[in-house]
């Protein structure tokens, strides 16, 4: 029996390192953010099939900017044999179109919600799935690490088809993230660096091959705490990024101006494009960089990780 109204909320997130490589196999690794999109939803006793979607972040979004949200919750009723009249408020404030997973982080709490709502609490492995038919219908070939990390949470070495694996750390650390606040569509991105492989199949496979080692190189870092060692692997994961052909001269400056003001590393995340980019940085330095990225015309903030990933809230 469905009560009234029901919310969950899901985190954003970011890729330390291994985005598009992903695409094709090779592992990841991605932190939940301490920034979360919260859905609420509630029955429309009446109107079965009507689904009406707001967002408090958008309020003049056109009827294609929420569609994703309504396949999200159509998905989680197919599966579970329902038709029902439903109304959807998002909340969110994870950064919109920014390769933050803001949209992943809707589709999750959407599903979650869509089940407290009827008293069905779907299996992780579940809500990932259904989340990620739903991106499907957006951009045609994710991988698949954005419902995951918005349903796990935490820090994840993801590989397309696989459980994700937990990393954990001894280590509290915080990072920037600068935002070029140029939207790009990860779909596109993703198909040009497809055509990549199939003018340059032995190239390609090479720049695999080194995005691969650099992420295990990663882990170690993290592993050890050693953050330094990881800034320059974000260095080398930018320079591999660029050379796909998915940085752009916004994300050079936001990363060359975090590199200039003493980070550790700087790179893009997500897919490119525009977007954002994020740095490491010693504590004592973690606001010098952001004043650097304002400075060439970049939005930054600070963010931790989150252990949080998909949660009731009821
Ligand atoms: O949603 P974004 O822009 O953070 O990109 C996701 C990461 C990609 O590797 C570029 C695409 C994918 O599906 O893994």
Do not use: W
Request: a neutral charge; hydrophobic letters at 45%; glycine letters at 12%.
């Amino acid at each position: 029996m469905a009560k009234g109204s029901f919310e969950a909320s899901a985190p954003g997130k970011v890729i330390l390192l291994g985005e598009h490589f992903v695409v094709f196999g090779k592992p990841a690794l991605v932190m939940a953010l301490d920034r979360r999109a919260r859905v609420r939803v509630k029955l429309l006793e009446l109107q079965a099939d009507n689904i009406k979607v707001h967002s408090l972040n958008i309020p003049n979004a056109s009827p294609a900017e929420l569609q994703p949200i309504k396949e999200a919750a159509i998905k989680a009723m197919e599966f579970l044999g329902l038709r029902k009249g439903l109304e959807i408020t998002v909340n969110s404030d994870i950064p919109i179109s920014a390769g933050l997973g803001s949209s992943a982080a809707v589709s999750v709490a959407t599903i979650a919600a869509v089940g407290g709502l009827f008293g069905v609490r779907f299996t992780k492995e579940d809500l990932c799935r259904l989340a990620l038919e739903a991106e499907r219908l957006v951009h045609k070939n994710p991988s698949g690490i954005d419902p995951t990390i918005a349903t796990y949470g935490g820090i994840l070495l993801f590989e397309k088809g696989k459980p994700p694996e937990p990393v954990k750390l001894d280590l509290d650390f915080q990072l920037i993230i600068g935002n070029t606040g140029i939207a790009r569509s990860t779909g596109e991105m993703v198909a040009k660096v497809g055509l990549l492989q199939l003018y340059y199949p032995e190239i390609f496979e090479s720049l695999l091959e080194g995005a691969h080692r650099l992420v295990l190189e990663a882990l170690e870092a993290l592993r050890a705490s050693d953050l330094e060692g990881l800034g320059r692997l974000f260095n080398v994961n930018h320079g591999l990024l660029s050379a796909i052909g998915v940085s752009d001269i916004s994300l050079e400056r936001l990363v060359y101006a975090a590199r200039a003001a003493g980070a550790f590393g700087a790179k893009l995340t997500g897919g490119g494009g525009g977007g954002c980019m994020i740095a490491l940085a010693e504590a004592g330095r973690l606001d010098q960089v952001v004043q650097a990225i304002r400075k060439a015309g970049g939005e930054a903030f600070i963010a931790a990780p989150s252990e949080r990933g998909v949660m009731l809230e009821a």
